[in-house]
């Protein structure tokens, strides 16, 4: 407890919060009185944003409550009014956070898992309004990783891995989706763009990899390639799956074309997309 609120009797909503946030309140009261039963909310505020308090008597910064707002069941001062019990869940609100983060993100690169790239994707897919700009897919592989491996050790693989993604998020815009899906697989959504541009693109991550100095704990320099399968959407192409399923074709012809190149996946023939 950091204040008693005794500084706060006789002063409106308005008087002692920001104007957006007072209103917000009311309005949660309004609501709460409308359905005539318990509302949880929760919301944010700062020390500093509450009038007549003296701010620097709790914490700074901004907190998390939850507030369980009520209807009392008798009237005050002759009006219907709520009863708020705010508590401070801010440590609850970070953990919760953090959880999300680490269940969300792949622990050797930071980039985000598998999971949440599948999130993230299905989303975008949702959200894509056909013949408006492509979205392309990526699916990044290293080649004949196992020898590396087997050579020099896990320790110096995971190394390889997080340079490797260094390298190709240095030659990605922001927006780019860049995902670790497991072991020395990758994928990279492009929104906004075109077969050309994603090739483009793909190409500039297989020569920026090719280019590399990838060098190991014992100083020893390996040369490393990768090879890219890519695919974009289609109106027969428009589910995560479809795009997963040819990018992973396109992906498998690269390697077996010779691996340290980029294939982008091919469009059915007419007569199998009848079928
Ligand atoms: N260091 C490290 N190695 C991993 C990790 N995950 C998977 N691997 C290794 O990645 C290698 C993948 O090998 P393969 O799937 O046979 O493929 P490859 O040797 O890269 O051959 P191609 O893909 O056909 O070019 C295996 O040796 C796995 O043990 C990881 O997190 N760290």
């Known amino acids: 407890m950091y204040h008693d609120g005794s500084c706060l009797v006789d002063f409106s909503l308005f008087d002692v919060l920001p104007r957006e946030k007072a209103e917000w309140c009311l309005a949660e009261i309004q609501q709460t009185l409308a359905d005539n039963c318990l509302r949880i909310v929760e919301y944010t505020l700062a020390g500093g944003e509450v009038g007549v308090i003296d701010e620097n008597a ?7 409550f939850e507030g369980r707002i009520k209807p009392m069941h008798t009237l005050v001062d002759g009006e219907r009014a709520v009863l708020w019990l705010a508590s401070n869940i801010s440590q609850r609100h970070h953990l919760e956070a953090r959880l999300r983060q680490l269940s969300e993100t792949d622990e050797l690169t930071g980039l985000c898992n598998r999971r949440r790239f599948m999130q993230i994707l299905g989303q975008q897919l949702t959200d894509y309004v056909p013949e408006t700009a492509d979205i392309a897919l990526l699916i990044v592989d290293i080649d004949h990783f196992k020898p590396i491996n087997d050579q020099y050790g896990h320790l110096d693989g995971d ?24 072991g020395e697989e990758f ?79 091919r469009d059915p023939d007419p007569a199998s997309r009848r079928a």
């Not at 396109?250 to 077996?256: P, Q």
């Open 58 to 64: 709790g914490p700074a910064g901004e907190l998390w």
């Open 159 to 182: 190394l390889i891995i997080k340079t490797l993604t260094a390298v190709c998020a240095a030659e990605l815009d922001t927006n780019a989706l860049f995902a670790r899906l497991g």
């Open 187 to 265: 994928a990279i959504v492009l929104t906004d763009t075109t077969p050309g541009a994603a090739l483009r693109i793909a190409e500039r991550l297989r020569q920026a990899v090719a280019a590399s100095r990838f060098e190991l704990e014992c100083a020893t320099v390996v040369p490393v390639t990768i090879s890219i399968g890519a695919s974009v959407v289609r109106p027969y192409r428009r589910r995560i799956n479809e795009l997963l399923r040819d990018a992973d074709i396109a992906l498998y012809e690269a390697k077996s074309q010779g691996r340290n190149r980029v294939v982008m996946a």
